[in-house]
């Protein structure tokens, strides 16, 4: 049950007045910065603006309590941007909530199963792949308010996105254009300043006294969509149906899986920059607690945030109260000042997610790796881009593990050697007293030394082991180089054996380790060749084949 302990539980007992202090002013100075990106990621997501302030506070304050991490802030990411904006499109809103719920019980499932540590083991180049597509996926969905064009709502697929800007292109606003640059420059150039505000809140800020007193006519978040609520979000359940929830099971893996990673890579990092180590799997079962709150709640997907995790640190939060005092302090944004947000221009929006695009897109890493990784890698880093962007994230990410996967399987198959050693009367190379060139082999036997894993994408390499027999009496199989057996090379080397058997061939096992030898035992084969068949070492071996072959030898005579 420690695995999932909340970190809250353990930090709290000796908790100082002096951090609880730094935890507030951290969670403040957090909230400040998740305020802007939480709107602007729920009106790219095509939901209302509050929505993603709902996420924040309700997903970004269990996250923090139920959680694995000491300084873990939650909410609204651009990583769920695009599987959100598709499952609004076909189901609505009702539609997002089942599959947010769903993800949250698919994520403490997870954690309670422990798979936190599991995670680890997804190729860097599909999520490097995926990342960049939802970056290049994001850009492009914030064209529309960044240029102010004059157009109904965006098609959710690439390809026609990219044609209805083209058709509408002559539509551009420049009172927008011009906003929308001066909230990007204000981000490129306010950290030279000083770090202490963020440059998004400052440009939102800016943008919206310019579009307020100035005659620039822009579109902002009221004029499209409305009054904002200053309302404590509702629990509601959504209305659905079986075929809905049956639909939706692919979209509530990907989220889960994106929440999953981003999650626990936030912690890693973060647990680099304080010197702690967090709890992967009571982060996914605190992330799953958040997802499904957020959805009844009316929230939106939900996950560890880098960038504003980096800043609790930075900014002094070292417990999880800080990411508590970030959700507290939204909430009092939501009830007071709301409808203040109304008058944000959409272009300064569109500016803001355009530079989180442009961080997350890692294209410094992307290139390094197009020149510098196996052309395999490449492979799987491309068609993971492409169908992120074209296609959608669930078949991006099917697609890329099934890909890495049959790559690593003919990469491990290739590593699986068989060397083959012969009667041999002079003795070189004195170096290696374990080298078979030292060994004196009998007349009449056959050494192979299998090395690496042996399993069904490397089975047919052992097969030709029963074939070159002619003259042959005995054959040992080396194996001090084969750590692991699957059941299909257990099948193939059982097949060799019963071959060699029909031909009167002796097989010794030299040197077999410790899981190739439990599966045999378990499969019966260890006790059908016989337990005097399995030798230690390849010396032991040796000799006993040189008592067989003199054996045979005898017999003839």
Known sequence: MDSIKPKLFSVIGDYSKEQFIKDVISGIIVAIIALPLSIALAI????????????????????????????QIGGPTAAFVVIIYGIIEEFGMDGLIVATIMAGMILIIMGL???????KFIPYTITTGFTAGIAITLFVGQLKDFLGLDMGAVPSEFLAKMA????????????????????????????????????SLV????TTLMVKFLPLEVNTIGSVYGELSSAFPKFALPHTTFRMIIKLAGSSFTIAFLAAIESLLSCVVSDGMIGSRHRSNAELVGQGLGNIASGLFGGIPATGAIARTAANVKNGGRTPVAGMVHSLT???????????????????????LIIVAYNMSGWRECISMVKNAPKSDIAVFGITLFLTVIFDLVVAIEVGMVLASLLFIKTMSDTADLKEWTYMDEMENRNDPDNIKLKEVPKGTLVYEIVGPMFFGAAD???????????????????????????SALHTLS??????RKKHIKVIFSHTQE?????????GFYDQVGAKYFRENIDAALAYARELCTKNTIAEK
């Open 203 to 206: 440009a939102i800020i800016v």
């Open 461 to 487: 390499t052992f097969l030709d082991i029963a074939y070159k027999t002619k003259g042959t009496r005995v054959i040992i199989i080396r194996m001090r180089g084969v750590p692991a057996m699957d059941v």
């Open 164 to 199: 209805a800007y083209g058709q509408h292109f002559s539509t551009v606003n420049w009172n927008a254009l011009l906003i929308g640059v001066i909230a990007i420059l204000i981000q490129i150039f306010w950290p030279r300043i000083t770090d202490k505000v963020p440059g």
């Open 330 to 352: 939204l909430l009092l944004i939501l009830l007071l000042l709301m409808p203040t947000a109304a008058m944000i221009p959409m272009p300064a929006l569109a500016a803001i």
């Open 44 to 71: 790219a997501s095509g939901v209302n603006p509050e929505r993603g302030l709902y996420t924040a506070i309700i997903a970004g304050f269990l996250i923090s309590f139920f959680g694995g991490s000491r300084v």
């Open 495 to 500: 097949g060799v054996w019963e071959t060699c």
């Open 515 to 523: 899981q190739p030898l439990s599966m045999m035992q378990k499969a």
């Open 113 to 119: 199963v422990h798979f936190g540590s599991l995670i």
